[in-house]
Nanobody, 122 residues
Framework: VQLVESGGGSVLAGGSLRLSCAAS????????MGWFRQAPGKEREFVAA????????YYADSVKGRFTISRDNAKNTVFLQMNSLKPEDTAVYYC????????????????WGQGTQVTVSS
């Protein structure tokens, strides 16, 4: 599956952004989808994930209560609604598709998008 992120940008602290990740291929609905991020000089970290059927949701503690992951299998798209953004949320955000393995581990995902930049200023 090929993935293309969009929706990144620059916002002030406290603002919101909605990231989208469009997937190609007819097997999107069979994949678990995740969002990861990488800030300059830091390792990539898990942000959120959603099971193929929208039932299971997973969040990093740092974004819980502020970010919401969702998906529309009919449109082959996964979303990340980001509210109450903080400067420490600044990073390149990547969506990823996987079928099995630990949800929060990037190596368990098979396909990655090119990333979209999110910049939050104070």
């Amino acid at each position: 599956v090929q993935l293309v992120e969009s929706g990144g940008g620059s916002v002030l602290a406290g603002g919101s952004l909605r990231l989208s990740c469009a997937a190609s291929g007819r097997t999107f609905s069979s994949y678990r989808m995740g969002w990861f991020r990488q800030a300059p000089g830091k390792e990539r970290e898990f942000v959120a994930a959603i099971s193929w059927n929208n039932v299971d949701l997973y969040y990093a503690d740092s974004v819980k209560g502020r970010f919401t992951i969702s998906r529309d299998n009919a449109k082959n798209t996964v979303f990340l609604q980001m509210n109450s953004l903080k400067p420490e949320d600044t990073a390149v955000y990547y969506c990823a598709a996987g079928r099995s393995g630990a949800v929060r581990v990037g190596a368990m995902y098979d396909s990655w998008g090119q990333g979209t930049q999110v910049t939050v200023s104070s």
